[in-house]
């Protein structure tokens, strides 16, 4: 079966806003925490529902959900979906909670539904409550299934069913936003899912292209013959086996009165399959079609960013290469030069996204001068051995950045931890025969390496010492995809968009 050129985000529903009371919807979710004394609007004063409330200590876990069914009336059904515990609320519970809403919304075939938040904190009220409600139903929301053949889907794709999803006012403004956001996100995810036979670097490339057509944004590709003039050295080095040459693609987000502006710029790791080169992986590199998730959230922030129409100039460079063996491909002892006149020996072929990203920060620092930079990449191993896979590892050289990147994260629901990065650790990546290797001959503080590997490239040339532009390295490794949780099935998450979009919102 061969699909279309550009595969389109598959999803269970298509959620449509609407604000409530406009119709009888088929079915009312209430969303309720332990505890709840009176029944909120909407939950219908029935002997089933009083049961339910008097053991709401226990049964109103956060993400729990009961189904009333009433027959043929509109609503003739009710959700009634537990919150937990009311002291520990957050964004996230909600999340989850409409998660497991939308599931069970799927599973009944309601066309359309009224949400209803029993009494909220201030803190996660209205916008703040909508946002999360929409982040939660469209995370569960995404599938991929595009590549489901004769026996997993006999008949002709079946196209989603719509969802018209009520609430007041106030709250459907931030659910609005959350689809906004969440169209960044389901890119991001169907882009990783795409398999590295279809989804290489000039796939992406084009991809990119049709992307920024279609949103508003600026695209320019540097490919491999401009690389070449350019000295990107690690870009070429790592893409120089692959099945298509690699390239950089810069997405540009200028709306009117910022051309001039230093822009934030972001930057990601696009490895569209990683065997490790001939430092090959054990395995052969099963799942490492997600080691270009750094450069698909990246592409995915900015396609949320210009739906927002945020009001700051954002400029997302990605770095596209397949890691793979051939006459071409890069070797261990190599020494190569990178764009900005840094060299470095290889001591491994599988420590590739660093030599990817180096070129990638190098170039965006000195042609763009930007206010803050933001790197994105499933760079090591070690960084899950150390945050297991909800919370991505950041390294910063600026207070004011790391906090704020803490505070989106939170606020978003994709938490970054901060791990350290000093004189020492930025000596171990310096070698005999070149200005650096990339890999050290021990080791210790693997993530770490990466980190302080690229503090050699933020800057408008090789910097001495610490870098002087605001800048945060993000390695998603953990975070990108996961076994299934309850927010989403097993795959990638897109973890860093929904980050990135609350990063430059409150900028
Ligand atoms: N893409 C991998 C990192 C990775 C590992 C991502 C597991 C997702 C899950 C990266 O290119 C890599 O192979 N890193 C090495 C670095 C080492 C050779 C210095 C690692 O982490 O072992
Ligand atoms: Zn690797
Ligand atoms: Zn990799």
């Known amino acids: 079966m061969m699909p279309g050129p550009y595969l389109e985000t598959r999803m269970y529903r298509r959620i449509k806003p609407a604000?409530?009371?406009?119709?009888?919807?088929?079915?009312?979710?209430?969303?309720?925490?332990?505890?709840?004394?009176?029944?909120?609007?909407?939950?219908?004063?029935?002997?089933?529902?009083?049961?339910?409330?008097?053991?709401?200590?226990?049964?109103?876990?956060a993400g729990k959900v009961h189904p009333l069914y009433h027959g043929k009336a509109k609503p003739g059904l009710t959700l009634v979906v537990g919150l937990g515990d009311k002291a520990k609320l957050s964004a996230d519970t909600l999340r989850q909670a409409a998660a497991a809403a939308l599931r069970a919304l799927d599973t009944a075939k309601a066309k359309s539904v009224q949400l209803v938040t029993d009494a909220l904190p201030a803190k996660l009220a209205n916008e703040t409550a909508g946002n999360a409600l929409a982040d939660g139903m469209t995370l569960a929301n995404f599938t991929f299934d595009a590549y489901h053949g004769r026996t997993k889907r006999p008949d002709k794709p079946s196209k989603p069913i719509d969802l018209s999803v009520q609430l007041p006012a106030a709250e459907l403004r931030g659910f609005k936003r959350g689809l906004k956001v969440a169209e960044g996100s389901d890119t991001a995810r169907t882009l990783a899912c795409t398999p590295p036979n279809v989804a290489n670097p000039k796939y992406v490339a084009n991809y990119c292209k049709n992307l920024a057509k279609k949103s508003g944004l600026k695209c320019s590709v540097?490919?491999?013959?401009?690389?070449?003039?350019?000295?990107?050295?690690?870009?070429?080095?790592?893409?120089?086996g692959g099945s298509t040459p690699p390239c950089m693609v810069i997405l540009e987000w200028a709306p009117a009165g910022t051309?001039?502006?230093?822009?934030?710029?972001?930057?990601?790791?696009?490895?569209?399959?990683?065997t490790g080169g001939y430092s090959l992986k054990p395995d052969g590199g099963k799942g490492m079609k997600y080691d270009k998730c750094g450069a698909m959230n990246v592409i995915g922030a900015m396609q949320a960013i210009a739906n927002l129409k945020l009001k700051r100039r954002v400029v997302g460079i990605v770095g596209l290469a397949e890691n793979m063996i051939d006459t071409h491909a890069y070797r261990v002892d190599d020494i190569i030069t990178f764009?900005?006149?840094?060299?470095?020996?290889i001591t491994n072929t599988d420590a590739e996204g660093r030599l990817v990203l180096a070129d990638c920060l190098a170039y965006g620092t000195k042609t763009y001068k930007p206010a803050a930079v933001v790197d994105?990449?499933?760079?090591?191993?070690?960084?899950?051995?150390?945050?297991?896979?909800?919370?991505?590892?950041?390294?910063?050289?600026?207070?004011?950045?790391?906090?704020?990147?803490?505070?989106?994260?939170?606020?978003?629901?994709e938490p970054v931890w901060q791990l350290p990065l000093n004189d020492d650790y930025r000596k171990m990546m310096q070698a005999k025969h070149a200005d650096l290797h990339n890999s050290a001959p021990v080791r210790e503080a693997h993530p770490i390496q990466g980190a302080a590997f690229?503090?050699?490239?933020?800057?408008?040339?090789?910097?001495?010492?610490?870098?002087?532009?605001?800048?945060a390295h993000v390695d998603i490794a953990g975070t990108s995809n996961t076994d299934g949780c309850t927010l989403m099935e097993k795959g990638p998450t897109g973890f860093g968009v929904r980050l990135t979009v609350e990063l430059i919102a409150g900028m």
């Open 259 to 274: 051309a001039k502006d230093a822009p934030v710029l972001l930057v990601g790791k696009g490895v569209t399959f990683d």
């Open 454 to 471: 690229l503090s050699y490239f933020v800057g408008t040339d090789a910097p001495k010492n610490m870098p002087t532009t605001p800048w």
């Open 376 to 413: 994105y990449a499933t760079l090591t191993g070690g960084v899950v051995v150390a945050l297991g896979k909800k919370i991505a590892g950041v390294w910063c050289n600026d207070t004011k950045l790391l906090r704020a990147l803490e505070k989106a994260g939170e606020t978003a629901g």
């Open 222 to 240: 540097i490919d491999q013959t401009k690389a070449k003039q350019l000295g990107m050295g690690g870009l070429l080095a790592v893409g120089a």
């Open 19 to 61: 604000t409530a009371g406009q119709a009888k919807p088929d079915a009312v979710a209430v969303f309720l925490t332990a505890k709840t004394k009176t029944p909120p609007a909407g939950l219908p004063q029935t002997d089933e529902v009083k049961a339910l409330l008097a053991r709401a200590t226990t049964s109103l876990d």
């Open 339 to 345: 764009g900005n006149g840094v060299t470095c020996e």
